[in-house]
């Protein structure tokens, strides 16, 4: 029995991981859930499953939580405190990170501290400070178990080969809903039109990551902490279909690959049940159903923030995290109608080049440049 806090239970990961738990009640047991805002849903959760605590960060809804919890025995908590504090909690075994963003990295690190294990769907606190983490990790004996789709997919196929070498890993990408746009095409696509992914049901803020390849940048930078890769050693390969969500290949020359249909619940369940592979009803993929499998190269110079993320991992240091924190303020804007798709683009690589590069970075560098990163992209905004 394990006994999960979930951060950011009423996001897509969040409910979702929920629902595994639900269907799986002699494996785990739900401890802490925390929201940032949507209390009326944390309400809901919480009365269904009656964790031990819950977390509101926006302080001034907790009188709202409270009250309508007041008649359960749910200790109820609010602000950004608390949700560091909740994850060194006792009867925590493990953390499922699903927070948006930056704001995933300190209660990561704090539950990390706390010797807790971690599932991790937050691939901003890698991007951010990933040799920081993963040293934290190593430091105090924790695993980090990714709950990424492309992520998972390579664990899976590490699974009794951590002995052999790695010759590369292949990222696989939908290549969004604009795969195969032309750059005049992109400059007049709406937010409607990028909020409708082909394959997945997502959050706004990844979809739209998703829809500019920037998710993939995140999720290249990602794959080279959690599994010690060299920067050379990552590759991207657009497949359409996302039945393969990943490859990985070995210095004989063998790639294996993690097929299976485009459903969260299935990384989600292994990354909370890992060593186990717990029985699923989840839908099986069937050759049949598709009959081609396709590849083809990304477009790097038409969707610009995949290039921009290879640059920011290549520099390293404080560049990616200027590369994240310049893209949510963008993306942000661009949900509410400020900057135009292509004009994201060009708020992170002027943000890239202006704010201060860090070749070392400490944790306080890191706070300093995600606020320096988001000012600029700020006054860039304000100016389009």
């Given at each position: 029995?394990?006994?999960?806090?979930?951060?950011?239970?009423?996001?897509?990961?969040?409910?979702?991981?929920?629902?595994?738990?639900?269907?799986?009640?002699?494996?785990?047991?739900?401890?802490?859930?925390?929201?940032?805002?949507?209390?009326?849903?944390?309400?809901?959760?919480?009365?269904?499953?009656?964790?031990?605590?819950?977390?509101?960060?926006?302080?001034?809804?907790?009188?709202?939580?409270?009250?309508?919890?007041?008649?359960?025995?749910?200790?109820?908590?609010?602000?950004?405190?608390?949700?560091?504090?909740v994850?060194?909690m006792?009867?925590?075994?493990?953390?499922?990170?699903?927070?948006?963003?930056?704001?995933?990295?300190?209660?990561?690190?704090?539950?990390?501290?706390?010797?807790?294990?971690?599932?991790?769907?937050?691939?901003?606190?890698?991007?951010v400070?990933?040799?920081?983490?993963?040293?934290?990790?190593?430091?105090?004996?924790?695993?980090?178990?990714?709950?990424?789709?492309?992520?998972?997919?390579?664990?899976?196929?590490?699974?009794?080969?951590?002995?052999?070498?790695?010759e590369?890993?292949?990222?696989?990408?939908?290549?969004?809903?604009f795969?195969?746009?032309?750059?005049?095409?992109?400059?007049?696509?709406?937010?409607a039109?990028?909020?409708?992914?082909?394959?997945?049901?997502?959050?706004?803020k990844?979809?739209?990551?998703?829809?500019?390849?920037?998710?993939?940048?995140?999720?290249?930078?990602?794959?080279?902490?959690?599994?010690?890769?060299?920067?050379e050693?990552?590759?991207v390969?657009?497949h359409?279909?996302?039945?393969?969500?990943?490859?990985?290949?070995?210095?004989?020359?063998?790639?294996?690959?993690?097929?299976?249909?485009?459903?969260?619940?299935?990384?989600?369940?292994?990354?909370?049940?890992?060593?186990?592979?717990?029985?699923?009803?989840?839908?099986?993929?069937?050759?049949?159903?598709?009959?081609?499998?396709t590849?083809?190269?990304?477009?790097?110079?038409?969707?610009?923030?995949?290039?921009?993320?290879?640059?920011?991992?290549?520099?390293?240091?404080?560049?990616?995290?200027?590369?994240?924190?310049?893209?949510?303020?963008?993306?942000?804007?661009?949900?509410?109608?400020?900057?135009?798709?292509?004009?994201?683009?060009?708020?992170?690589e002027?943000?890239?080049?202006?704010?201060?590069?860090?070749?070392?970075?400490?944790?306080?560098?890191?706070?300093s440049?995600?606020?320096?990163?988001?000012?600029?992209?700020?006054?860039?905004?304000?100016?389009?």
């Open positions: 029995m394990k006994r999960i806090a979930i951060l950011g239970s009423t996001g897509s990961i969040g409910t979702q991981a929920l629902d595994v738990i639900k269907a799986n009640p002699e494996n785990f047991e739900l401890e802490v859930i925390t929201a940032h805002s949507n209390a009326n849903l944390l309400i809901q959760q919480a009365l269904e499953f009656k964790p031990n605590a819950v977390v509101i960060a926006r302080e001034d809804l907790y009188e709202q939580v409270r009250d309508a919890l007041q008649q359960e025995d749910v200790k109820v908590y609010a602000g950004t405190n608390a949700l560091c504090s994850v060194e006792g009867t925590v075994d493990m953390v499922l990170t699903a927070m948006v963003g930056y704001a995933g990295l300190q209660p990561t690190i704090r539950a990390i501290k706390a010797g807790k294990q971690i599932a991790l769907a937050n691939k901003e606190t890698l991007v400070a990933g040799q920081l983490v993963t040293g934290l990790a190593k430091e105090y004996g924790v695993n980090i178990y990714p709950v990424d789709s492309e992520h998972s997919a390579i664990f899976q196929c590490l699974a009794g080969e951590f002995h052999n070498p790695i590369k890993i292949i990222l696989t990408a939908s290549g969004g809903p795969r195969g746009r032309t750059t005049e095409e992109l400059a007049q696509v709406t937010k039109q990028a909020l409708k992914h082909p394959n997945w049901e997502m959050g706004a990844i979809t739209i990551d998703s829809a500019s390849l920037m998710n993939k940048g995140l999720e290249v930078i990602e794959a080279k902490w959690l599994f010690g890769l060299r920067n050693q990552i590759e390969v657009v359409p279909q996302s039945i393969i969500h990943s490859l990985v290949q070995f210095e004989d020359g063998s790639i294996k690959a993690q097929l299976g249909l485009p459903d969260m619940k299935l990384p989600i369940q292994y990354a909370l049940g890992y060593p186990q592979r717990l029985k699923s009803d989840f839908p099986r993929f069937s050759f049949m159903d598709y009959p081609q499998l590849f083809e190269q990304p477009d790097l110079k038409t969707f610009q923030n995949l290039q921009l993320a290879f640059n920011a991992m290549e520099k390293g240091g404080n560049m990616p995290c200027i590369l994240n924190a310049a893209n949510e303020v963008a993306v942000s804007a661009f949900l509410r109608d400020e900057v135009g798709f292509l004009q994201m683009s060009d708020v992170i002027s943000c890239l080049a202006k704010v201060a590069y860090i070749a070392n970075p400490s944790y306080e560098d890191y706070v440049t995600d606020k320096e990163a988001r000012r600029r992209a700020a006054e860039l905004i304000s100016k389009y």
